[in-house]
Nanobody, 124 residues
Framework: QVQLVESGGGLVQAGGSLRLSCIAS????????WGWFRQAPGEQREFVAT????????YYSDSVKGRFTITTDNAKNTLYLQMNNLKPEDTGVYFC?????????????????WGQGTQVTVSS
């Protein structure tokens, strides 16, 4: 069974940077979309960014566009989210997720595999 494990979260001052990592292991991992969602307390899980494998395209939510960059190292089965110019509203638990079949790329319940989440806290 494929497992996704996130790391790299922590506490950072507003304007700072973090890089999150997500490592896939445990089986054959053929994904169509591989990306990141986040969830703040009392809120719905929110789309952040995702990659499409077939076309190599990236997609970002408007709230992070220009500040976050999603990349993947397929040889290492690792997904990254470089987060720059962090803001307090970026605070939340960040989840790595993968979609292996046809689905809606920005909808959380369409994704098939999920990591456990990593906490990002931005202070100001």
């Amino acid at each position: 069974q494929v497992q996704l494990v996130e790391s790299g979260g922590g506490l950072v001052q507003a304007g700072g940077s973090l890089r999150l990592s997500c490592i896939a292991s445990g089986g054959i991992f053929e994904w169509e979309y591989w990306g990141w969602f986040r969830q703040a307390p009392g809120e719905q899980r929110e789309f952040v960014a995702t990659l499409n494998k077939s076309f190599g395209r990236t997609y970002y939510s408007d709230s992070v566009k220009g500040r976050f960059t999603i990349t993947t190292d397929n040889a290492k089965n690792t997904l990254y989210l470089q987060m720059n110019n962090l803001k307090p509203e970026d605070t939340g638990v960040y989840f790595c997720a993968a979609e292996i079949g046809a689905g809606i790329r920005s909808t959380a319940n369409e994704y098939d595999y999920w990591g456990q989440g990593t906490q990002v806290t931005v202070s100001s």
